[in-house]
């Protein structure tokens, strides 16, 4: 919303460092965070029994690879980076001048300041409490402390990809694997349990299923929030290496294998804890590590805090790119499209991005957060994979190196009408309300700033002040 556009075939180009194993890792790496460490107790109150819940997680590593493949038609047809605004804009764009932008910006609007920042939140919230939890064994950890390590992390997190994509990605990677050790040591550890007779817990099968719909959909809500981050490598598309072929292999490969990883670390929870206790703990994988670990138990809270720093990294190497994207597109102040001299990395929105994420840690909880999370985004990928059908119509000619069945692409948005829909029916609360009201809140920032402009124009020399100054102060270009 500058006073002055740039061209954006005149920008300056994002460079392509990102390769095929990059891409499976920045996929899995931002999936593997908190979630598995937190969710299996969402997931089984939700399910009432053993089989029901591994069935879950198992369906929801279904629905995500579905809407992934869907991303996957999308970011090859579409290879731009910024995700759903770039999909949402080129579907419906040009379909009206006025009206046709709408669904982009405010995807942009909620992306900006709920979704992705309200992920990053709940990523480094994750982070400060299992970070000192080893000096709160007996305890809880107090608020403050917790906080105070979330927001020093989202700093280190924000210089590390303001300073270098490379170095954003090396640790991607080297996080990816210690992600997969400690899922490693939860499955191994549970089933050598059950080898040596521990089975009672595994053995309860489907007893006491429950038979609500709803309280399955709850179940749904949780494990899905475990998948999340599957769509981050669509964000970062003009940095992916040949993202023609590599987009839709990095998601075939990643998405799978972490589910994999899910259901076996499932069944290595349930090698040592009963369901009861699964449900009672606060953090299922400390208190594991507690029962099998002993001395070492202290391990487990730290492999879990690295975890969800490398989803933090992946959650804001990805998030920064929206808000570059957005601005591009002159949805948001232009300023924020600018990318670092020496750097080429989309320095100020990934600094926008860690200030509002920084904002949702002080008042935030991770319960609350999760909640506002969720109804937000499953709005975004059902109106995304929405417009592939749209595509489907208006551009059939249109070249596609990767196209989903379009029956997959249906079942995607049936399925996230109801992810939408369920709690709300079934489970109302003014969280949802208050996300509503803001997205549609959205419209009275599109029309008087983006689409007339004519009520920004006393702002512009403002704006173009402060452009000026941000560009001095961190070496930044168009």
Not at 24 to 35: A, R
């Amino acid at each position: 919303m500058a006073g002055k556009q740039e061209d954006p075939g005149m920008a300056t180009e994002l460079e392509r460092h990102v390769g095929l194993l990059s891409g499976i890792f920045l996929i899995m790496g931002t999936m593997i965070g908190s979630g598995i460490f937190i969710s299996p107790k969402g997931v089984l109150e939700g399910a009432g029994s053993v089989g029901m819940a591994l069935i879950v997680w198992m369906a929801c590593g279904v629905v995500v690879t579905l809407a992934a493949l869907c991303y996957a038609e999308l970011g090859t047809m579409i290879p731009k980076s910024g995700g759903e605004h770039s999909y949402l804009m080129h579907a419906f764009g040009k379909m009206d001048k006025c009206f046709g932008p709408i669904p982009a910006f405010l995807f942009d609007w909620v992306g900006l300041f709920i979704i992705r920042p309200t992920m990053f939140a709940i990523m480094t919230l994750s982070l400060g409490t299992y970070a000192i939890k080893p000096f709160y064994l007996n305890c809880t950890p107090p608020d403050t402390a917790i906080k105070a390590v979330s927001l020093s992390a989202i700093l280190v997190i924000a210089f590390i990809n303001g300073y270098c994509v490379k170095l954003a990605t090396y640790i991607q990677n080297i996080c990816t694997v210690v992600k997969l050790i400690a899922i490693a040591i939860l499955t191994v550890g549970g089933i050598v349990k059950i080898i040596q007779g521990n089975n009672e817990y595994i053995e309860d099968g489907f007893e006491d299923t429950e038979s609500d719909v709803s309280l399955i959909a709850i179940a749904f809500y949780n494990g899905l929030w475990a998948f999340d981050g599957w769509n981050n490598l669509n964000f970062v598309t003009e940095e992916l290496q040949n993202p023609g072929r590599n987009l839709p292999i990095s998601i075939m490969v990643g998405i799978p294998v972490t589910t994999v990883c899910y259901v076996l670390a499932n069944i290595g929870y349930l090698g040592v804890m009963s369901k009861t206790e699964i449900i009672m703990s606060h953090a299922v994988a400390v208190t594991w590590g507690q029962r099998m670990l002993g001395m070492t138990a202290f391990i487990m809270p730290i492999f879990v805090a690295i975890s969800c720093f490398g989803a933090a990294n992946g959650c804001l190497f990805a998030s920064g790119r929206l808000c570059f994207a957005a601005a591009r597109e002159g949805h948001f102040p232009q300023v924020f499209s600018y990318i670092s001299l020496n750097r080429k990395t989309p320095l100020p929105s990934i600094i926008l991005t860690a200030f509002i994420g920084a904002c949702l840690i002080i008042p935030g909880d991770l319960s609350t957060l999760i909640d506002f999370f969720s109804f937000s985004a499953w709005i975004a990928y059902g109106f995304t994979v929405l417009s592939l059908l749209v595509l489907r119509r208006t551009e059939p000619k249109t070249e596609r190196p990767y196209r989903v069945p379009t029956v997959v692409a249906i079942f995607v948005v049936i399925t996230s009408v109801y992810l939408v829909l369920a709690p709300i029916i079934h489970y109302p609360r003014v969280e949802f309300l208050y996300a509503a009201l803001f997205i549609a809140g959205g419209l009275f920032v599109y029309f008087p700033f983006v689409y007339y402009k004519q009520c920004r124009l006393p702002l512009d020399p403002y704006i173009d002040w402060v452009t000026i100054k941000i560009q001095k102060a961190l070496l930044v270009i168009p």
